[in-house]
């Protein structure tokens, strides 16, 4: 399914580790509509080697950034609009790590310095990111950026830790920059905020089996898959969706504004029902 809709338009996308990456399926999805991109990740990432067959089948280079850092981001700036020969059109923001989270510490154990370890990685970078887009004048009129989301930034999901905070900081810092970067330039700056999705980042969430099969029954449409979520960037960095900006756009199948689901309710049912045979 190709329309060509984001054809002309240049583009940055951050965060392809492997096949299961959002931006792995993004990546793809934009130049099949038409797009130039550049790759990037944290050199740490970039050693598993596996990014350059996207850079091969995207025929598009790998510029290595860790996004905590903004001279990398400045070099990657710099150097992304060398090769595409102009400004940008588009950013996707498809980065997450929790150092709490991998070492399975506890939230309320938390410990502080890898907190603000995953703000930095999480939610700030997205801010570096733009500052650092801003002060180079290196978007387009109308370009958009896009960073990813997860409902746990307004609902408590225990297993999602210290990310629940970055995710929270992820959309404000979408909002606010939103707000400047639309009456200074027109980009516009959103967040999507996506079903739970089998990946390196989502998987690494204690008990995301579980959550990832309760939302897919909570959801009057199933969870988003990451194709479906790459299908949603590109509608999002095409011409389409020029008057949208400072949102949190809910890409779940209907799980935000669900209570409960007759799924869920048949489930808790023939539970009760098997404990009562237990014990009686
Ligand atoms: N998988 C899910 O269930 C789910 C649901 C909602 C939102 N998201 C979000 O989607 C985004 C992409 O995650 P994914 O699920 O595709 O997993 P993923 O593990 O494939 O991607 C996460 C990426 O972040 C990169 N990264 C980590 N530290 C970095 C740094 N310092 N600098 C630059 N890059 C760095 C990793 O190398 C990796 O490529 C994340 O923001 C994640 O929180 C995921």
């Not at 709490?100 to 801010?127: M, Q």
């Amino acid at each position: 399914m190709s329309h060509q809709i984001l054809k002309g338009k240049k583009g940055i996308i951050f965060g392809a580790l492997d096949e299961r990456s959002i931006a792995w399926k993004t990546a793809l999805r934009a130049v099949e509509e038409g797009a130039e991109i550049v790759l990037t990740n944290a050199p740490i990432a970039m050693r598993m080697g596996k990014i350059n067959e996207l850079a091969q089948a995207c025929n598009a280079p790998v510029i290595a950034a860790d996004a905590t850092s903004t001279a990398d981001i400045e070099n990657l700036v710099q150097k992304s609009m060398e090769h595409l020969g102009g400004k940008l059109d588009f950013v996707l923001h498809s980065i997450g790590m929790s150092p709490n989270v991998r070492k399975a510490i506890p939230y309320t154990e938390t410990n502080y310095d890898n907190f603000l370890k995953t703000l930095d990685i999480s939610a700030l970078s997205l801010h570096k990111v733009l500052q650092t887009c801003m002060k180079m004048d290196a978007l387009n009129e109308w370009a958009s950026v896009i960073a990813l989301s997860y409902i746990a930034a307004q609902r408590t999901f225990p297993g999602y830790n210290d990310m629940a905070e970055a995710k929270a900081l992820l959309e404000s810092i979408a909002r606010s920059f939103g707000y400047h970067y639309g009456f200074s330039k027109k980009v516009r700056v959103n967040t999507i905020s996506q079903s739970p999705t089998i990946t390196t980042a989502g998987s690494g969430v204690s008990g995301f089996d579980a959550f990832y099969t309760y939302a897919d029954k909570m959801s009057p449409l199933g969870n988003a898959t990451g194709e479906q979520c790459a299908d949603f960037c590109i509608a999002m960095f095409s011409d389409y969706t020029k008057m949208i900006t400072m949102q949190n756009l809910f890409h779940d199948g209907g799980f935000s504004n669900t209570g409960v689901s007759q799924l869920i309710v048949e489930e808790m049912q023939k539970a009760a029902i098997a404990t009562e045979g237990i014990n009686g």
